[in-house]
């Protein structure tokens, strides 16, 4: 059994920018926050997370700011990251190695010097392994810091139409699907926009800000018609409009 097609609808959605944080002008995402998000996505006990190699890289002696006697200790770990289906079977293991240390700690807190390096190392590598499971878990913040769908879609295991090669940004109204007539056996209700959360909402027209370029906020834009956010979102076609404007003026192109 592969992934149901609700799981593959969430991963490919931009990460929500609630979910990011900002340190010294890089942007992250914490390693409980992308535990919960495995739970959330693949189910209790629908994952696992092993770390099969941890290695004390070093411990050294040294001074702290106040001049007292302190220690410094780095570890390299290497965790695994294996996700399951609904029914239990492996969909993927991915592995990486990350290296974290903790600084001039007191001597008297070696144990923690240890302890945290341990931890960090390990969470790191973690988030590595993640961001193969794409933008909900980080991918699309390698684009410089973006929030925006970077994946944008795939071609197994999600039963929609790709999006069209030549779909452009445009200041065009999105076109109003034919009206469907009664005698055609199928209901209007299908043919009405997504419902979207109000965090989905604030997700989607935050990703528009976060574009830097006229070819990522194109990008955005055909993912958000295959995925009915023109329409379902109130203010993201006026917002990608404005933000297409501000870019072409920043590359001195015309409007």
């Not at 609700?6 to 992250?28: E, F, H, I, W």
């Not at 189910?43 to 040294?62: H, I, K, T």
């Not at 200041?171 to 997504?194: K, R, Y």
């Amino acid at each position: 059994m592969s992934l149901t097609p609700r799981q593959v609808d969430q991963l490919l959605k931009p990460v929500n920018a609630t979910r990011v944080r900002k340190r010294d002008g890089n942007s992250y995402m914490e390693a409980h926050d992308i535990k919960a998000h495995l739970t959330r996505v693949f189910g209790f006990g629908n994952y696992d997370s092993e770390v099969f190699d941890l290695q004390l890289m070093y411990e050294r002696a040294g001074k702290s700011r106040s001049g007292g006697e302190a220690v410094s200790v780095g570890y390299r770990a290497g965790v695994r990251l294996t996700v399951r289906s609904p029914d239990g079977s492996v969909l993927a293991t991915y592995t990486e190695y990350a290296a974290a240390g903790a600084t001039n700690y007191p001597v008297n807190k070696l144990a923690d010097a240890h302890d945290m390096a341990m931890k960090s190392a390990a969470s790191y590598a973690l988030k590595r392994c993640a961001i193969h499971l794409g933008d909900q878990f980080g991918l699309s913040l390698y684009n410089n810091g973006s929030t925006g769908a970077f994946v944008g879609g795939t071609l197994v295991g999600a039963e929609k139409p790709a999006a069209p090669d030549d779909v452009a940004v445009t200041d065009e109204t999105e076109p109003t699907p034919n009206p469907v007539q009664p005698d055609q056996g199928v209901s209007a209700e299908q043919f009405a926009p997504p419902q979207f959360s109000d965090d989905d909402k604030r997700s989607w027209l935050d990703s528009v800000g976060a574009q830097n370029t006229l070819d990522a906020l194109q990008a955005l834009w055909r993912d958000a018609q295959q995925r009915g956010a023109v329409a379902g979102v109130p203010g993201f076609q006026a917002a990608v409009t404005a933000r297409k404007a501000e870019l072409q003026s920043q590359h001195g192109e015309a409007a």
